[in-house]
């Protein structure tokens, strides 16, 4: 069965790579029928027009089968047109010319229609990516007003109410109201922040390695990020016994603050998250696990694109795991998603410990 699927598509590539030369070939004959139809032997003319011929030939398909078109309109022109006729045999100079003449015209506009050739396969393979950024950006604006228009509407609706004298508002109403204005303002700065920070880490940051606890670091970010996690109870295991390392902190703490807010966010209220943090066989490992939907395995590769969220109606601003596997990338870490303990999703981040000498504990 797979032969019989095969066959025909070899068959297809075979005849595309064999028909330039199968051009090489007809051109010729028919050069040399009408030269022999229309010039008499030794006449000047067969020559040019043979020429013309591997010209053509060159031109159109590039320096193999110009050489074909060569040897072959070669061959003709000694064996057809030079004396004595009929025989394969250099009887004067002039033919040794033709013959210099004849691949030197084939090296050079092989060579020119190679290049050409290159060219517009760049200025296509150039077109098609700009196509691709043009979608790109269309979409992630799109995607960016959307983001923003949602809540500026909130904040417009919200406030026009609260201003409105003829709209009684009880003080339930008006706290509601109120917070939110709030929520919605917060989701704005976030998400300023986040495409701030998007753009910092794109434009290209030189990572600053210094000696670092790990525990101190996950703890300092786990503080953080203690509203977003909620009610959600936290397995903590990073050993305060490990050995420091030498990482960007500040990269790390920003991988890791865009993890749990993303899983805060993504994971039903109550649910348990595992924070596990190691250093072994020179990587800082950092492992955040959940029992939320987890993440099918088509889809682990296009969480981390800017602006791509798993269902249209999720929260967020779609950048907290691209934000994440760039900040790990730009120390020459890795952001990697597997299946969790727990049930739902375990992001694995693995940063390299630039040791090279010094502090070997954290006491």
Do not use: C
Request: proline letters at 7%.
């Amino acid at each position: 069965m797979l032969n019989g699927r095969l066959t025909p598509f070899v068959a297809v590539v075979l005849t595309a790579r064999l028909t330039p030369y199968i051009i090489a070939v007809i051109s010729v004959m028919v050069v040399t029928g009408v030269s022999l139809y229309m010039y008499p032997i030794d006449s000047d003319f067969p020559p040019l027009v043979l020429l013309l011929a591997v010209a053509l030939t060159a031109s159109a398909g590039g320096i193999g089968p110009a050489l074909v078109a060569t040897v072959l309109g070669f061959l003709s022109l000694d064996f057809y047109f030079e004396q004595p006729p009929f025989t394969f045999s250099l009887s004067s100079i002039g033919t040794a010319f033709d013959l210099i003449a004849f691949a030197l015209v084939s090296v050079f506009l092989g060579t020119l229609n190679a290049r050409l050739r290159n060219a517009r396969q760049r200025a296509y393979a150039a077109r098609v990516d700009a196509e691709h950024a043009l979608q790109a950006r269309d979409e992630a604006l799109a995607i960016v007003s959307h983001d923003l228009r949602t809540p500026l509407t909130a904040i417009k609706t919200s406030v026009s109410t609260l201003r409105n004298p003829g709209t009684p508002l009880n003080e339930g109403t008006r706290t509601e109201l109120l917070g939110t204005i709030e929520a919605e303002a917060d989701r704005l700065v976030h998400f300023v922040g986040d495409a701030l920070a998007m753009s910092r880490l794109e434009s290209g940051i030189a990572p600053d390695p210094q000696w670092n606890a790990l525990g101190e670091i996950v703890s300092a970010v786990l503080d953080r990020v203690t509203p977003v996690l909620g009610e959600r109870p936290v397995t903590y295991d990073v050993p305060d016994t490990l050995p420091l390392a030498r990482f960007d902190a500040g990269l790390l703490q920003q991988a890791l603050t865009n993890v749990l807010e993303n899983v805060g966010r993504h994971t039903p209220e109550g649910t348990p998250v595992a924070i596990v943090g190691r250093i072994e066989d020179g990587t800082v490992r950092v492992e955040v696990s959940d029992a939320g939907p987890g993440i099918p395995i088509e889809a682990r590769e296009r969480v981390f694109a800017k602006f791509q969220r798993l269902a249209d109606n999720s929260f967020g601003t779609g950048l907290g795991l691209a934000i994440a596997r760039a900040a790990t990338t730009a120390q020459g870490g890795q952001v990697l998603i597997e299946d969790s303990p727990l049930g739902g999703a375990r992001f694995v981040m693995l940063v390299p410990n630039q040791a090279t000498g010094g502090p070997t504990s954290a006491s």
